[in-house]
C-alpha cells in the first residue's frame, strides 16, 4: 500500500516569507508526527496529532511554526517570517494507532531551503 | 548533554564484516528501543524494534538492549555494499514521541 507522502520534496524560500508543508499519512492511521533533521543530525520531535488534535506540540520551536490537522488526515505544517535556521529536512510519520509502542513510519521528508 | 548519544563516524568497513552501532542514553524510562536505516535523501526506515532490555535478531541484524548500562547495539553480519546507509537509534519511554541519537553513517567497501 501507499505510504508516508510529503509535498513538495523540495522548497526554496526567502527569508521573512511564508511556508506551508504537506503531510498524507498512511490511510487509516490516526497518529502523526513531525520531526526536523538538521544536516548531520538525527530527528528532532516537534509536535504529534492524535486524530485531530495535537496531543503534544512542545517540541515546536517557537510562535512561528503551527501545524493543523483538520480532518485528522492530512497535515499541514505552517511556519510563518522563516529565518535561514528553519533550513532543514522536515519529516512527517503515522502510526496506527497513538500510544505506547507504535511503529512510525516516514515519509521521504521536505526539504527546506530559507535564503 | 544529549538524551541520546551515538557517534556519527563515519564507519567504513569491507564487505562481509560484522559491523557494530552503539548508543547509550540517560534517560533510565526509557523502554522501547529502535534502529532505523536512512539513505540518502529518503526518510528512515525501521530496521529492528526491542522492548526492555533483551537481544533480538532478525536475519543478518541482531539488537541488543542492555538498560542496566543504558546502553543499545546493533550488529550486522555479513554487511554488503547495500547496507550502506545511516543507522540511527531511536527510543521513547511510552509516551509517542521518539528520542533519535545524531546516527552513524556507515560504508561498505566492496
Known amino acids: 500500500g501507499a505510504g508516508v507522502s510529503q509535498t513538495p520534496s523540495n522548497k526554496v524560500t526567502e527569508k521573512g516569507k511564508y511556508v506551508e508543508l504537506r503531510c498524507d499519512p498512511i490511510?487509516?492511521?490516526?497518529?502523526l508526527y513531525w520531526y526536523r533533521q538538521s544536516l548531520g543530525q538525527g530527528p528532532e520531535f516537534l509536535i504529534y496529532f492524535q486524530g485531530t488534535g495535537a496531543a503534544d506540540d512542545s517540541g515546536l520551536p517557537n510562535d512561528r511554526f503551527f501545524a493543523v490537522r483538520p480532518e485528522g488526515s492530512v497535515s499541514t505544517l505552517k511556519i510563518q517570517r522563516t529565518e535561514r535556521g528553519d533550513s532543514a529536512v522536515y519529516l512527517c510519520?503515522?502510526?496506527?494507532?497513538?500510544?505506547?509502542?507504535?511503529?512510525?513510519?516516514f515519509g521521504p521528508g521536505t526539504r527546506l531551503l530559507v535564503l | 548533554q544529549k538524551e541520546v548519544e551515538q557517534d556519527p563516524g563515519p564507519l567504513s568497513v569491507p564487505e562481509g564484516a560484522i559491523v557494530s552501532l552503539n548508543c547509550t542514553y540517560s534517560?533510565?524510562?526509557?523502554?522501547?528501543f529502535m534502529w532505523y536505516r536512512q539513505y540518502s535523501r529518503k526518510g528512515p526506515e525501521l530496521l529492528m524494534y526491542t522492548y526492555s532490555s533483551g537481544n533480538k535478531e532478525d536475519g543478518r541484524f541482531t539488537a541488543q538492549v542492555d538498560k542496566s548500562s543504558k546502553y543499545i547495539s546493533l550488529f550486522i553480519r555479513d554487511s554488503q555494499p547495500s547496507d550502506s546507509a545511516t543507522y540511527l537509534c531511536a527510543m521513547n519511554q511510552g509516551a509517542q514521541k521518539l528520542v533519535f541519537g545524531q546516527g552513524t553513517r556507515l560504508t561498505i567497501n566492496p
Open positions: 510519520a503515522s502510526s496506527p494507532r497513538g500510544g505506547a509502542g507504535q511503529t512510525q513510519y
Open positions: 490511510s487509516g492511521h490516526t497518529a
Open positions: 534517560n533510565s524510562a526509557f523502554q522501547y
